[in-house]
C-alpha cells in the first residue's frame, strides 16, 4: 500500500507519539509532528527526536509545530494519530478538526476509551480506536527512551462498527512500521482487554512510587492488584464486552474465568517491563503533572455506578491516588501498607453491605 502521498499528523509527541512518528518518518512517511511542550519542540527542532531502543540509538530529524501554529495550518492531515492524556481528547478533536479532511481520521494512541469522546466531536466514522503494547519514557525535551522495540510493540486497530475501511487500512500500513500491527472487528472489546491489564498496574504502582516489576513484589500488593482486576473483568462482562486474544495472546489462551484478567498483568509483566519500567501514571506526578485517573480506576468507578454497584477496590485506589494529587501524600512504598488497608476495609464493607459474612 502507497503511503507516501498521505498527509500525517502526530499530536501529543510525548514517548509513546514522538517514537511512533519517529518510525512513520523513518519510512519515508510525510509527518507533522504537533505539541503542547516548548522546550521539547525547540529541542526536535534543533537536534532532531533521539530515541534510545535497547539496541541502538536514532537520531530522526522531524517536522515539529507549537499547538499554537495549528491555526496557522493551511492543508488538510489524512490521519491524525494522538497520544495525548485522554482528559485532554476532546479539545485536541476541536483543535484539529478544521485541519482535517470529511473522510479523515482520528486515531487514539491512548489508554483508556476515548473512542466514544472522538466520536462524539468528530463523528463515529471518523474514530479509530487503538490498543498499544509499547514501553517507553521521556524526561528530557527531544528524548525518548524505548524499552520495547519496534519488533516487540504491538498494536491493535479498528472502526466504532467494525467495518474494514480504506482508512483503517491505512492507518494499520502506517502502524506497522512501527509494530506488529492486527485489525479488530470489536475495537469497543480489544480496548477493554487493555484496560483491564492496564487496571492493576497503572495507580497502584503509581501510589507505590516504584517501578512496576518492584510494586508487584510488594507484600501484599499483587493480591490488590488481582481483586482490582477482577472487578474490572466483572463489570466488562455485565457490559457485554468479549473476552478477545489482546498483547500477543491467542483465542485458545483465553479461560473462560476472570483468571484472563490476572493472566493479561502476567503479560504486562513478563513483555512490557524491565525493572526501570514506570507506568505513566507514575511518570505524569513525577513531572508534577495531573495523571489520567479517569481513564483507569476512575472509570471503572463511573461505568460500574452507571450500570449499578459499586467497584470498591478501584474506588479505594482511586481514593488514594486523588489524595496523592491532591497534595495530601506522596507517591511511595511506604503508601504500600495503606493501600492494601483501603483495598481489604473497602471489600470488607461492600461484602458485608451484601450479606456475605
Known amino acids: 500500500m502507497d503511503l507516501s502521498r498521505l498527509r500525517i499528523a502526530v499530536v501529543g509527541t510525548g514517548a509513546n507519539g514522538a517514537s511512533i512518528g519517529a518510525d512513520f518518518i523513518r519510512a519515508g512517511l510525510d509527518v507533522t509532528f504537533i505539541e503542547q511542550w516548548p522546550a521539547h519542540v525547540e529541542a526536535m ?27 496557522e495550518m493551511r492543508t488538510a492531515f489524512d490521519l ?28 487514539g494512541l491512548q489508554n483508556g476509551m476515548t473512542i466514544d469522546a472522538v466520536s462524539e466531536i468528530l463523528g463515529a466514522r471518523r474514530s479509530v480506536g487503538a490498543v498499544l503494547g509499547i514501553a517507553a519514557n521521556m524526561f528530557e525535551p527531544g528524548i525518548v527512551v524505548r524499552q520495547v522495540p519496534p519488533s516487540g510493540t504491538w498494536f491493535t486497530v479498528g472502526t466504532i462498527d467494525g467495518r474494514r475501511t480504506e482508512r483503517l487500512e491505512q492507518v494499520a500500513a502506517a502502524l506497522s512500521h512501527a509494530g506488529v500491527t492486527e485489525v479488530s472487528d470489536d475495537i469497543r472489546s480489544s480496548k477493554w482487554m487493555k484496560l483491564i491489564a492496564n487496571i492493576p498496574e497503572m495507580l497502584p504502582s503509581a501510589i507505590l512510587g516504584v517501578p512496576l516489576l518492584t510494586a508487584v513484589g510488594l507484600d501484599g500488593v499483587r493480591p490488590v492488584m488481582d481483586a482490582a482486576s477482577r472487578e474490572a473483568y466483572a463489570l466488562a462482562t455485565d457490559l457485554g464486552i468479549r473476552m478477545l486474544p489482546v498483547l500477543g495472546k491467542t483465542a485458545d489462551q483465553i479461560p473462560e474465568s476472570d483468571q484472563y484478567a490476572l493472566d493479561l498483568l502476567d503479560v504486562v509483566l513478563d513483555r512490557f517491563s524491565l525493572p526501570d519500567t514506570r507506568v505513566a501514571v507514575l511518570q505524569d506526578w513525577e513531572k508534577g503533572r495531573r495523571a489520567e485517573l479517569d481513564a483507569f480506576s476512575g472509570y471503572v468507578v463511573a ?6 454497584g459499586r467497584a470498591p477496590v478501584n474506588e479505594a485506589i482511586l481514593r488514594l491516588a486523588e489524595r496523592i494529587e491532591a497534595g495530601e501524600l506522596s507517591p511511595s512504598p511506604q503508601n504500600a501498607p495503606l493501600l492494601v488497608e483501603a483495598a481489604d476495609r473497602a471489600s470488607a464493607e461492600a461484602a458485608a453491605a451484601h450479606g456475605v459474612s
Open 45 to 71: 527542532r534543533a537536534d532532531g527526536l533521539t530515541v534510545h531502543l535497547p539496541d541502538e540509538t536514532q537520531v530522526t530529524p522531524v517536522d515539529a509545530y507549537h499547538l499554537c501554529q495549528v491555526a
Open 303 to 308: 461505568k460500574r455506578a452507571e450500570i449499578g
Open 80 to 107: 491524525v494519530f494522538t497520544s495525548v492524556k485522554t482528559y485532554d481528547t476532546r479539545w485536541v478533536c476541536e483543535l484539529m478538526k478544521p485541519v482535517m479532511r470529511d473522510d479523515s481520521v482520528m486515531v
